[in-house]
């Protein structure tokens, strides 16, 4: 049976392909661990080593599913220095990656729990989500630590339906949450709009307010007032916005976002 819809108003993968996508990239994250070595450095996430990014995603396997469990671990911190100590850092990662796809299958679909990002589905399907798109993106930093430099879209196994719900979080979840306002020079209204999909992103960006982000067509009325459009493959927007993409930003406004407002953890 279909799990309920990851995105608010009926978009999204459901449940199931969250959780596939999930275990599909902690394979991918330990695979491209192996293959570089703990000690090799991570070219997205400046200063980290392999080590590190392990640790940090074994913590956050781990406190997700704390969370999934009614159990919270608050601070999650230790857990980090757990695995950076553990004879068997990987083995470590594995365990954590199997609880917390066991800890999706036990929660309740009526589970109470924190949930921390704006327009958020109800806590299972978010917590299952975000996972989903942490895991995924810091598998990305596993490849490009293989590779020695920011892995292209070409090379990655992200299918794009995943890709188009993670812009969907960044964009109406994460930079959303931003009490401040920001703005590129002067106000702007950036249209982001992943080729062949049926909605983009319309993000208002001005110094006097904060961040908002509404849903769009593409074509409509609403994305026609864009001062600014960033558009491409799915995937390749996914690493552009999160500061994952090999190529240099296209133009000033894209340099200004990864300075200012994309997400680098």
């Given amino acids: 049976m279909p799990g309920p819809t990851a995105a608010p108003g009926g978009r999204g993968p459901t449940l199931d392909e969250l959780g596939e996508a999930l275990g599909a990239a902690s394979t991918v994250l330990r695979a491209n661990a192996v293959a570089a070595g703990l000690g090799a450095p991570v070219p997205t996430c400046p200063g ?6 392990v640790a940090h995603q074994g913590m956050v396997h781990r406190w997700a599913a704390s969370h999934l469990r009614g159990e919270p671990i608050e601070p999650p911190e230790p857990l980090e220095q757990q695995g950076r100590e553990s004879s068997d850092p990987l083995g470590w990662f594995d365990e954590g990656a199997t609880a917390l796809l066991q800890a999706i299958v036990d929660a309740p679909d009526d589970l109470e729990a924190l949930v921390f990002l704006n327009d958020a589905p109800a806590p299972r399907l978010f917590w299952t989500r975000r996972q989903c798109h942490e895991t995924t993106i810091h598998a990305v930093d596993a490849l490009g630590a293989r590779l020695g430099r920011p892995p292209r879209a070409d090379e990655t196994w992200i299918a794009p339906e995943v890709a188009l719900d993670g812009i969907d979080e960044l964009l109406v979840g994460f930079v959303t949450r931003r009490r401040e306002g920001t703005w ?3 106000p702007t209204r950036l249209l982001v709009r992943p080729d062949g999909a049926d909605v983009a992103w319309l993000v208002d960006l001005a110094a006097s307010r904060p961040v908002s982000t509404r849903r769009v067509g593409p074509t409509g009325p609403e994305a026609a007032t864009a001062d ?6 799915p995937v390749d927007l996914y690493l552009r ?7 240099d930003p296209v133009d000033e406004l894209e340099r200004w976002w990864r300075d200012t407002v994309s997400v680098t953890w």
């Fill in 48 to 53: 980290w080593t392999v080590l590190d990014l």
């Fill in 228 to 233: 600014h459009v960033l558009s491409g493959d």
């Fill in 184 to 186: 590129p020079g002067s």
């Fill in 241 to 247: 916005l999160w500061s994952r993409s090999p190529a």
